[in-house]
Antibody
């Protein structure tokens, strides 16, 4: 069965960095786009970034552009989100989901919590 | 930039009622419109993709339609587990979510 599991969240100070990981199983990972979506406490869903199946194409929301970097390792069935210069407003649950653009976001992980606070 | 506006923000209904949720785009969008359900403390779950297609395992009481700028999700008869928050999403080179509609028990 398809599974997506995020890890790497935690408490970090403003201006700090964090790397999130998402490991997938149950499908041919290299065939799919992968997406990061976040949800601030008590708020709605916000798209963060997605990466194409090959890793060549990457798109970012304006709110994270130049601070966050998405990457993937198809040999490890994993996608990553490198987050730099973190701000309080980046505090959220970060979800990893299969799909993006031409592929539906049909399977989501349970999320990993990132808290940015001094 | 596409903006998705969902209405109403909150819908107060009773089990067995019909729920109609709206998602309006700021400009004409493609049919890559999806609906997600999120229960408290859980990850979002795909209900509908590409405007009107039910995802695997989604009950027939969920249906959706629309085109252009106006899209609708209908729940024909609310079950207790349907009281949740619903989000619409459009996919293009950017992904956009609506602000959500909370369906609460009246």
């Amino acid at each position: 069965q398809v599974q997506v599991v995020e890890s790497g969240g935690g408490l970090v100070k403003p201006g700090g960095s964090l790397r999130l990981s998402c490991e997938a199983s149950g499908f041919t990972f290299s065939d799919y786009y992968m997406t990061w979506i976040r949800q601030a406490p008590g708020k709605g869903l916000e798209w963060v970034s997605y990466i194409s199946s090959s890793g060549v194409t990457k798109y970012y929301a304006d709110s994270v552009k130049a601070r966050f970097t998405i990457s993937r390792d198809n040999a490890k069935n994993s996608v990553y989100l490198e987050m730099n210069t973190l701000r309080a407003e980046d505090t959220a649950i970060y979800y990893c989901a299969r799909g993006g653009w031409l592929q539906i976001n049909d399977y989501w992980g349970q999320g990993t919590l990132v808290s940015v606070s001094s | 930039e596409i903006v998705l506006t969902q209405s109403p923000a909150t819908l107060s209904l009773s089990p067995g009622d019909r729920a109609t949720l709206s998602c309006r785009a700021s400009q004409t969008v493609s049919s890559y419109l999806a609906w997600f359900q999120q229960r408290p403390g859980q990850a979002p779950r795909l209900l509908i993709y590409d405007t009107s297609n039910r995802a695997t395992g989604i009950p027939a009481r969920f249906s959706a339609s629309g085109s252009g700028t106006d899209f609708t999700l209908t729940i024909s008869s609310l079950e207790p587990e349907d009281f949740a928050v619903y989000y619409c999403q459009h996919r293009s080179d950017r992904l956009t979510f609506g602000g959500g509609t909370k369906v609460e028990i009246k």
